[in-house]
T-cell receptor, first 113, second 114 residues
């Protein structure tokens, strides 16, 4: 069956450290994968998109990798800050050009000062 | 504010009642999506429109659910004969009609069925 999985356990790290979140998928061949941030009671906010032919993408303190052989994406936040505390969702578009997204369950990140 | 707007933000209803939610997408976006999110889970796709045409519906969307997007502008999602299992956050998103573009989400409508 098709699945997209993220660590369900919360990730707790110290301010200034690098947070690494994992997204694994099975039985999909996505052309691209996206990462979103969601704060409690609010809608998701887009962060980064990486295509299947890209190994790595960066934006300020954020870095995403995409390994289509391992069927895995890693999301890194360097020099983490308490304001980075949120739930992070990975999402892929299963097929075609609909823009429809399939989301993982999200990983909650808590950055402690 | 030119973001995606959803109304109401919160709705409490009694089981068996009908409810309707509205979504106003970003004006130049021709794709509009509805998702449902329960606690501790990621958003689940319900349906999507390209302009006024509803092009895909999830199996999650039972016959009690109906969505419309008249004239390709705002959209409504109606749930008839609500059940407690319908309690969730209903999210609307919009995007451009291109492959691999980001989705812009509204703040959602929190539905509680009592």
């Amino acid at each position: 069956s098709q699945k997209i999985e993220q660590n369900s356990e919360a990730l707790n790290i110290q301010e200034g450290k690098t947070a690494t979140l994992t997204c694994n998928y099975t039985n999909y061949s996505p052309a691209y994968l996206q990462w979103y941030r969601q704060d409690p009671g609010r809608g998701p906010v887009f962060l980064l998109l990486i295509r299947e032919n890209e190994k790595e993408k960066r934006k300020e303190r954020l870095k995403v990798t995409f390994d289509t052989t391992l069927k895995q994406s890693l999301f890194h936040i360097t020099a983490s800050q308490p304001a980075d505390s949120a739930t992070y969702l990975c999402a892929l578009s299963p097929s075609g050009n609909t823009g429809k997204l399939i989301f993982g369950q999200g990983t909650t990140l808590q950055v402690k000062p | 504010d030119t973001g995606v707007s959803q109304d109401p933000r919160h709705k409490i209803t009694k089981r068996g009642q009908n409810v309707t939610f509205r979504c106003d997408p970003i004006s130049e976006h021709n794709r509009l999506y509805w998702y449902r999110q329960t606690l501790g889970q990621g958003p689940e796709f319900l349906t999507y429109f390209q302009n006024e045409a509803q092009l895909e519906k999830s199996r999650l969307l039972s016959d009690r659910f109906s969505a419309e997007r008249p004239k390709g502008s705002f959209s409504t999602l109606e749930i008839q004969r609500t059940e407690q299992g319908d309690s969730a956050m209903y999210l609307c998103a919009s995007s451009f009609r291109q492959a691999s573009t980001e989705a812009f989400f509204g703040q959602g409508t929190r539905l509680t069925v009592v």
